[in-house]
């Protein structure tokens, strides 16, 4: 989005979110979080994300439990973080079962649970999380949490790199996916090619 789009969907949303519209909040949280079309403002995004969850906004639920994991607009408290997690897995939202895997997977606030955390990256990837598929490939390629199988690793790496954005860990997934492919027998590569083909017609 353009710095001027920002200024004008700042402007737009703000009478709305001022109307309780949880919706216009959320999006309104998200400028102020970023500090786009207005100043950052993480205290101000926090209580704009925290009234559209009152009124059961499952997107909101999953963007508290990350300020609260990040210490971001409030104090570091995992145990909140974990709550809103939770709320927003319940509610489906990819991005509270992508902060559970995390949770589970570094130790936050909970005892660290590798298959755990697979479990709920695999159910943020059926949601499309494109981080939630590269962690899966990370898990497999190093066979930590869940069974090492390079043709799973290729697969997750491979839908990773479809979609995420530009940065880090889409570079990171398409040199994984160019190590695998350099290491497997051509049968089992095209086996891996066609599990991810599988995966994206199933999404």
Request: hydrophobic share 45%; no cysteine; net charge positive.
């Amino acid at each position: 989005m353009k710095r001027g789009s920002d200024y004008l969907a700042f402007a737009i949303l703000e009478p709305y979110a001022e109307s309780g519209n949880r919706v216009a909040e959320a999006n309104l949280a998200s400028l102020y979080l970023r500090g786009r079309g207005t100043a950052k403002d993480p205290e101000t995004a926090r209580r704009l994300y925290e009234s559209a969850a009152a009124q059961g906004l499952p997107l909101a639920y999953g963007q508290l439990g990350a300020m609260y994991q990040q210490g971001e607009g409030a104090p570091a408290d995992f145990a909140k973080a974990l709550n809103w997690y939770r709320r927003g897995a319940a509610a489906g939202d990819a991005s509270s079962l992508f902060g559970l895997g995390l949770m589970y997977h570094n130790g936050l606030g909970v005892v660290a649970n590798l298959p755990q955390a697979a479990k709920w990256y695999r159910m943020a990837a059926s949601r499309g999380h494109a981080r939630a598929k590269f962690m899966l490939g990370v898990m497999h390629y190093q066979g930590r949490g869940v069974p090492k199988d390079l043709i799973e690793a290729y697969k997750w790496f491979a839908l990773a790199q479809a979609a995420l954005p530009p940065g880090p860990d889409r570079d990171r997934s398409l040199k994984a996916a160019m190590l695998i492919e350099a290491s497997l027998p051509q049968a089992e590569l095209e086996a891996a090619r066609a599990s991810a083909q599988s995966w994206n017609a199933g999404e």
